[in-house]
């Protein structure tokens, strides 16, 4: 009987021992660093990983094109799910992998860090959260092949640029034409990330360098953030980063001949993310792994960026916070705000490069003159990077931004990207600035499911609105201000309207026949001796003008009651 119950206590504390989670290993590992996790495989893996660990939360976010949910991955040391870290006080990270899923370093490199953390030391965690978007443009990532990417040293299969659309997903941050985007643009308001990476392989000139990196243009950045940028993050990530043999530059932003002597900073415009999250006030980050080096050592490259970013957040998390803040608060309370910038051709940098000598042979091919650079000739010479901008384009901020209903494109995504819309609840008339389109440019060719306008420029009035119920009111004064007014001010240069958004108010819906219209222009001239005075000056002035009688009958249409006042008005109106 005792022998009974002493093999019923041992049973006992046998099914009470729970056995040791087994530390997942990643197929990048498996092969030894020459194949990268598809689709499946790998939310296969981080399902895996999830059930192995308290530390690391997988959820659904929104929706895709490709019809698959975006998911998300959260590692923290108390095992918060995503939802719930906005209020944790901690410095969050948010890396976005596998937008160009041909690019797949981070891929794997975030499927490893999270598991490494979770598994070992986590004091990196003490005062950080890392949220990873394991990939992004799902569709390009089910659409594997081994031939797109002609430029690039592995891995063996990798995804395609384009999305479920065709859609370059890095060009889609604020037109927001995919369900990828909506689910990004979402999860960043829910979130509130300090710090935002995305992880890319470059394409360009060859050099030394395994990392380069394109961090949020500090200038455009701007205020408190932007100088803590320049001067203290982006030499401490340089530092972490020399000290794990990961020395790195900034982006090599060159194409075409030799890369000689100099280059210059990336312009971020808000389409993509490094300057989407300029206008939110985080923290941007895109890692440029070289396209010539191999997929083994881009992925560790990408490790290291990622860890040292980690630790630099946990190290200072407080700095972060407080230059974040201050930077709201300014924006809140700004009275002129940038809208475009240009480069500084003046002010560049010196620093050693990490090159190779280039020169010039026959080509195999074509039997003309072709250049190639020399790897077995490393060179370590002098070059200027021209790293600064100055603003080309400010506007005065309004108290309020009025944009008239029925334009739902925007209506959507002003909210999808945390902008509050007030509807007006009566009619009434109001005296504002409106906008009137004097001119612009569009390109020839369709640029992402767009013919994108530019050099636009805006004529603005005082006109007295009747404004309806249901219209939106959008007051200022709120951290999202940099946000409302690139994207409504249409000489910006990735304002909604350059984007084609409102491009139904630059078309006529009414017109006349010249025979019915033809007496009652000349009854406006014979009532109206003011037009009439302007009318003759015209002529007198303009000989072309003189000698054209539909020009002359277009000119009397135009300043008379049944000219539409919509044709070529910005339905956004703006109140001082």
């Given at each position: 009987?005792?022998?009974?119950?002493?093999?019923?206590?041992?049973?006992?504390?046998?099914?009470?021992?729970?056995?040791?989670?087994?530390?997942?290993?990643?197929?990048?590992?498996?092969?030894?660093?020459?194949?990268?996790?598809?689709?499946?495989?790998?939310?296969?893996?981080w399902k895996s990983l999830a059930s192995s660990t308290e530390?690391?939360?997988?959820?659904?976010?929104?929706?895709?094109?490709?019809?698959?949910?975006?998911?998300?991955?959260?590692?923290?040391?108390?095992?918060?799910?995503?939802?719930?870290?906005?209020?944790?006080?901690?410095?969050?990270?948010?890396?976005?992998?596998?937008?160009?899923?041909?690019?797949?370093?981070?891929?794997?490199?975030?499927?490893?860090?999270?598991?490494?953390?979770?598994?070992?030391?986590?004091?990196?965690?003490?005062?950080?959260?890392?949220?990873?978007?394991?990939?992004?443009?799902?569709?390009?990532?089910?659409?594997?092949?081994?031939?797109?990417?002609?430029?690039?040293?592995?891995?063996?299969?990798?995804?395609?640029?384009?999305?479920?659309?065709?859609?370059?997903?890095?060009?889609?941050?604020?037109?927001?034409?995919?369900?990828?985007?909506?689910?990004?643009?979402?999860?960043?308001?829910?979130?509130?990330?300090?710090?935002?990476?995305?992880?890319?392989?470059?394409?360009?000139?060859?050099?030394?360098?395994?990392?380069?990196?394109?961090?949020?243009?500090?200038?455009?950045?701007?205020?408190?953030?932007?100088?803590?940028?320049?001067?203290?993050?982006?030499?401490?990530?340089?530092?972490?980063?020399?000290?794990?043999?990961?020395?790195?530059?900034?982006?090599?932003?060159?194409?075409?001949?030799?890369?000689?002597?100099?280059?210059?900073?990336?312009?971020?415009?808000?389409?993509?993310?490094?300057?989407?999250?300029?206008?939110?006030?985080?923290?941007?980050?895109?890692?440029e792994t070289h396209m010539l080096k191999p997929f083994k050592?881009?992925?560790?490259?990408?490790?290291?960026?990622?860890?040292?970013?980690?630790?630099?957040?946990?190290?200072?998390?407080?700095?972060?916070?407080?230059?974040?803040?201050?930077?709201?608060?300014?924006?809140?309370?700004?009275?002129?705000?940038?809208?475009?910038?240009?480069?500084?051709?003046?002010?560049?940098?010196k620093f050693t490069f990490k090159g190779y000598e280039y020169?010039?042979?026959?080509?195999?091919?074509?039997?003309?003159?072709?250049?190639?650079?020399?790897?077995?000739?490393?060179?370590?010479?002098?070059?200027?990077?021209?790293?600064?901008?100055?603003?080309?384009?400010?506007?005065?901020?309004?108290?309020?931004?009025?944009?008239?209903?029925?334009?739902?494109?925007?209506?959507?995504?002003?909210?999808?990207?945390?902008?509050?819309?007030?509807?007006?609840?009566?009619?009434?008339?109001?005296?504002?600035?409106?906008?009137?389109?004097?001119?612009?440019?569009?390109?020839?060719?369709?640029?992402?499911?767009?013919?994108?306008?530019?050099?636009?420029?805006?004529?603005?009035?005082?006109?007295?609105?009747?404004?309806?119920?249901?219209?939106?009111?959008?007051?200022?004064?709120?951290?999202?201000?940099?946000?409302?007014?690139?994207?409504?001010?249409?000489?910006?240069?990735?304002?909604?309207?350059?984007?084609?958004?409102?491009?139904?108010?630059?078309?006529?819906?009414?017109?006349?026949?010249?025979?019915?219209?033809?007496?009652?222009?000349?009854?406006?001239?014979?009532?109206?001796?003011?037009?009439?005075?302007?009318?003759?000056?015209?002529?007198?002035?303009?000989?072309?003008?003189?000698?054209?009688?539909?020009?002359?009958?277009?000119?009397?249409?135009?300043?008379?009651?049944?000219?539409?006042?919509?044709?070529?008005?910005?339905?956004?109106?703006?109140?001082?």
């Open positions: 009987m005792k022998k009974f119950l002493f093999l019923v206590m041992v049973a006992g504390f046998i099914s009470w021992d729970k056995p040791t989670p087994k530390k997942p290993v990643t197929l990048f590992e498996t092969s030894n660093g020459t194949q990268s996790a598809s689709y499946h495989e790998g939310i296969q893996w530390n690391v939360q997988i959820a659904e976010f929104g929706m895709t094109d490709a019809g698959y949910p975006l998911h998300v991955i959260t590692l923290s040391k108390e095992g918060y799910s995503f939802d719930k870290i906005k209020d944790s006080h901690k410095t969050i990270i948010l890396i976005n992998n596998a937008i160009h899923p041909g690019e797949p370093d981070g891929v794997d490199a975030s499927m490893m860090l999270f598991r490494d953390v979770a598994f070992g030391n986590k004091k990196a965690l003490d005062s950080c959260i890392v949220v990873c978007i394991p990939y992004y443009n799902i569709g390009g990532a089910l659409n594997r092949n081994s031939h797109s990417r002609a430029n690039q040293d592995g891995p063996e299969e990798y995804g395609f640029r384009g999305n479920a659309q065709n859609l370059d997903l890095n060009r889609d941050f604020v037109k927001c034409d995919s369900r990828n985007a909506e689910s990004f643009a979402k999860l960043l308001q829910v979130i509130d990330p300090d710090m935002y990476i995305e992880t890319h392989v470059s394409n360009g000139a060859d050099y030394q360098y395994t990392m380069t990196y394109l961090a949020t243009q500090p200038d455009k950045l701007g205020y408190s953030m932007g100088t803590y940028l320049r001067s203290t993050l982006i030499p401490e990530m340089n530092l972490k980063m020399t000290a794990k043999n990961q020395t790195m530059v900034p982006y090599v932003n060159h194409w075409g001949g030799p890369l000689k002597d100099d280059y210059a900073t990336f312009y971020d415009s808000p389409r993509y993310s490094s300057g989407l999250t300029t206008l939110h006030n985080m923290y941007g980050f895109v890692t050592q881009r992925v560790e490259a990408t490790y290291d960026f990622l860890r040292s970013a980690m630790e630099f957040c946990n190290e200072n998390s407080a700095s972060l916070k407080q230059t974040r803040a201050a930077q709201k608060a300014y924006i809140a309370q700004a009275k002129v705000l940038p809208i475009d910038w240009t480069l500084d051709k003046i002010r560049a940098d020169g010039y042979k026959k080509s195999d091919v074509t039997g003309e003159e072709r250049l190639f650079y020399d790897t077995q000739k490393p060179i370590d010479k002098t070059m200027s990077y021209y790293g600064y901008m100055s603003p080309s384009s400010q506007k005065d901020k309004p108290k309020a931004y009025l944009l008239r209903r029925g334009f739902i494109d925007v209506e959507e995504r002003l909210r999808w990207n945390g902008v509050s819309l007030q509807e007006l609840q009566h009619d009434t008339v109001l005296k504002v600035l409106a906008y009137k389109m004097a001119s612009y440019e569009t390109v020839k060719s369709p640029y992402e499911k767009h013919y994108l306008h530019h050099t636009s420029k805006a004529v603005e009035d005082t006109v007295l609105w009747h404004f309806k119920k249901g219209d939106y009111l959008i007051n200022t004064g709120t951290d999202k201000d940099r946000f409302i007014l690139e994207l409504l001010e249409p000489e910006s240069p990735d304002s909604y309207f350059n984007w084609n958004f409102f491009d139904a108010i630059l078309q006529q819906k009414e017109h006349y026949s010249d025979y019915v219209f033809e007496d009652k222009a000349a009854s406006m001239l014979s009532v109206n001796s003011e037009l009439r005075l302007a009318f003759e000056q015209k002529k007198q002035n303009e000989p072309q003008f003189a000698g054209d009688a539909e020009a002359q009958l277009e000119w009397i249409y135009a300043h008379s009651a049944h000219y539409e006042k919509e044709y070529n008005r910005l339905p956004v109106f703006k109140i001082y």
